[in-house]
């Protein structure tokens, strides 16, 4: 059964700072990994999609990485702002299972002025 | 494109009475799921569609009911509602790539 964890699980960070948030996976027969965005109340916004076969993928400030051999992922966060503060959610989906995505708890950002 | 939308959006219910949350996509997605979310445990897949009849249980099914007549729409239906089921729901849908999520039902049972 794949078990997801995600560290750290709260972070505080002036903004401008850029930051890693991490994502460990215990089975890496992953099909892709995807990670998301959740405000307060809110349901969950994709940020970036890794297919199994890549290493890495951008999207504006966000870079994310996959080394599915050892069952990691991060997201690199560059010039934090205020407005990126909410839970960022990781979640792979196991080969032949495609639909189905397996989460960790998150990590909630909190990026002050 | 509205996406994936949700019906309600809040719903309180007492213990033993049944109701279906409901899940519409206007993407022509063929893979649809539902999750729950509850504090400090993530969010748990209950039941999932690869396509219009095709229906599977995910990681926590006991309780719900799924049907899939229609690509657009996946309903949930609580049987009897029990408090343990007091939680967030999820919709989801994809094509084997990004996963979009509705804003959720928020579910108080008592």
């Known amino acids: 059964k794949q078990e997801v964890t995600q560290i750290p699980a709260a972070l505080s960070v002036p903004e401008g700072e850029n930051l890693v948030l991490n994502c460990s996976f215990t089975?890496?027969?992953?099909?892709?990994l995807q990670w998301f965005r959740q405000d307060p109340g809110k349901g969950l916004t994709s940020l970036l999609l890794?297919?199994?076969?890549?290493r890495e993928q951008t999207s504006g400030r966000l870079n994310a990485s996959l080394d599915k051999s050892s069952g990691r992922s991060t997201l690199y966060i560059a010039a934090s702002q205020p407005g990126d503060s909410a839970t960022y959610l990781c979640?792979?989906?196991?080969?032949?299972?495609?639909?189905?995505?397996?989460f960790g708890t998150g990590t909630r950002l909190q990026v002050t002025l | 494109n509205a996406g994936v939308t949700q019906t309600p959006k809040f719903q309180v219910l007492k213990t033993g009475q049944s109701m279906t949350l409901q899940c519409a996509q206007d993407?022509?997605?063929?893979?649809m799921s539902w999750y729950r979310q509850d504090p400090g445990m993530g969010l748990r897949l209950i039941h999932y569609?690869?396509?219009?009849?095709?229906?599977d249980q995910g990681e926590v099914p006991n309780g719900y009911n799924v049907s899939r007549s229609t690509t657009e729409d996946f309903p949930l239906r609580l049987l009897s509602a029990a408090p343990s089921q007091t939680s967030v729901y999820f919709c989801?849908?994809?094509?084997?790539?990004?996963?979009?999520f509705g804003p959720g039902t928020r579910l108080l049972v008592l």
């Open positions: 089975d890496s027969a992953i099909y892709n």
């Open positions: 979640a792979p989906s196991n080969t032949g299972t495609a639909s189905k995505l397996t």
């Open positions: 989801a849908s994809s094509n084997l790539g990004t996963q979009y």
């Open positions: 993407m022509n997605h063929e893979y």
């Open positions: 569609s690869v396509g219009a009849g095709i229906t």
């Open positions: 890794i297919q199994s076969s890549q």
